[in-house]
């Protein structure tokens, strides 16, 4: 029965590592990462991208990047998103799908691909614009101004701390 008492209090004891201590206790803390940035939900107004090929160019803190993608994925593989080419590798974009919008949304989707589409762009820029091409035309030109906030992944007063920010665009077509 002893057994089971210290087997219960391996368990537990974890629990209290991420939390505040007390002044006569030392901090104990994890080793999760993080990194600083700004997570950005780019939406259309029903949540289908039609057909064609898209260029995202995100322009942040002096450096502009390019991500490309054809939509409808032609991929076999393809899965639950569509990850955009991007050329830099610390910047990212993919289109994540969601089901059963061909019969929920009026009309289907056209030969579309339903979903949202994530960006992730590193650092703590003071403004991020976005634009997004689709064929070569205009569809999204926006800035956005990140508000950041702080993040302890391994708790209070546990480093890292990172600055994170995110925002929704939403394309008027």
Not at 26 to 48: E, F, I, K, Q
Request: charged share 25%.
């Amino acid at each position: 029965m002893q057994w089971l008492f210290v087997f219960a209090a391996m368990l537990i004891a974890p629990l209290g590592a991420c939390g505040d201590s007390r002044d006569d206790e030392p901090l104990a803390c994890t080793d999760v990462g993080c990194s600083d940035g700004v997570h950005l939900d780019v939406r259309t107004a029903r949540d289908v991208w039609p057909a064609g090929d898209y260029t995202v160019e995100i322009s942040a803190a002096a450096d502009s990047h390019r991500c490309t993608a054809t939509l409808p994925n032609p991929s076999p593989w393809t899965t639950a998103s569509t990850t955009f080419k991007c050329d830099r590798t610390s910047l990212s974009a993919s289109l994540h799908t969601t089901q059963g919008c061909d019969d929920e949304r009026d009309g289907g989707t056209d030969g579309g691909t339903c979903g949202a589409l994530e960006l992730e762009v590193p650092g703590t820029p003071s403004s991020v614009q976005v634009r997004i091409d689709r064929d070569g035309q205009s569809i999204l030109d926006e800035s956005v101004h990140p508000k950041y906030r702080e993040m302890r992944p391994n708790g209070p007063g546990c480093e890292p701390v990172c600055e994170r920010s995110s925002a929704e665009l939403t394309l008027s077509e």
